[in-house]
């Protein structure tokens, strides 16, 4: 358990992950790997209906988010993002690190109609890998960098969030999502209730289970999709048996959950056809991702050191916000979920999106492995003639 509550662990196994299910979706029995994850597995009763693909992007996604957005609210309240001081460089950077890749990506697909609703795909980071690489590769940065880091990539999911509660809602039924958030409210409630005995404990997390799984339900079947339900009640649940519960869930987040989800999402047939051919999108992502990412938080960055009151330090220099740049554009897990929602009615072009969003990534990983070892060597250099 403790290597799967590790930085450098997980983000090794959901790389290898997604490199296993690129690698069977291409070899000859692919197309029946393929078929399993599109075979459709049904709840008796009830009108749940989804394919093993979606349990996994819809269902398991939905727990991962919750852990989000949990670490989200301690953030938020007590932790790196309490207060506007903390919070401004790294937003502003993030900002940058949405915009830029969002214009790098329209420059090669916004000319066609086919491509261009791909525009969210390349402004996530993914938390995980990124300071994953930071573990690996950082050791004698300041913790400053990892504190901006994880900054910006909770920022970043926070802009991800919203692009999937907003643009991806199919279909809204007002009735069933109210119903959603009612019960999102009573799991809050429940999460806040002061239980004296085990007994009581016992019961009041089994409510909240049962409830949780309740409100996911009405979320689905709303049309908004179902990761959201995960977000809303990461934020609602009151912090400390959030937190506790995000605990248990972490080696199960890591551990299966992500990884089942990389291999499901990268289960991707790779075209044979001549670079000329391919699609728009794919190389939109494929650029968009390392460079649009480094461009956008290094200059928006550099903007909001410009701009801090007189006298007081820079949060980080501006050599390290180049390495945290690298870093967020390693989009993965985020990037393959909004690739297969923003090309849902394509699956050709929503190979070669996800396709884009592998190679962007590891482009940015290789990178960012150089850059951050570059600066951590700097940094110990210092350290040792000080």
Known sequence: MKLLRSERFPAVLLLAAAALGLLFANLPFGPAVLDLSHAHLAIPGTPLDLSLAHWVSDGLLAIFFFGVAVELQYE???????????????AIAAAGGVIVPIAVFLLFAGGDP??????PVPTATDIAFALGVLAVFGKGLP???RIFLLALAIIDDIVGIVFIAVLFAHDMDLGLLAIGIVLVVVFAVLSRLDAGSRGARVAIVAAMIVVAVAAWVFVLLSGVHATIAGVLLGLAVQQSPGMRA?????????GAILPL????AALVVIPQVRPSELSPALWGILVALPVGKILGITLFGWLAMRMRPRGTAPTIALPDLVAAGTLGGIGFTVSLLLANLAYAESDAIRDQAILGVLGGSLIALVLSGVIVSLRARHHRLNAASS
């Open 76 to 90: 938020l309240t007590t932790g790196e993002l309490s207060s506007v001081r903390k919070a401004l460089q790294p």
């Open 114 to 119: 086919a491509t261009r609703d791909g525009w």
């Open 143 to 145: 913790s400053p960098v």
């Open 246 to 254: 995000r605990h248990v869930l972490e080696p199960w987040i890591n």
């Open 261 to 264: 989800f990389a291999f499901v």
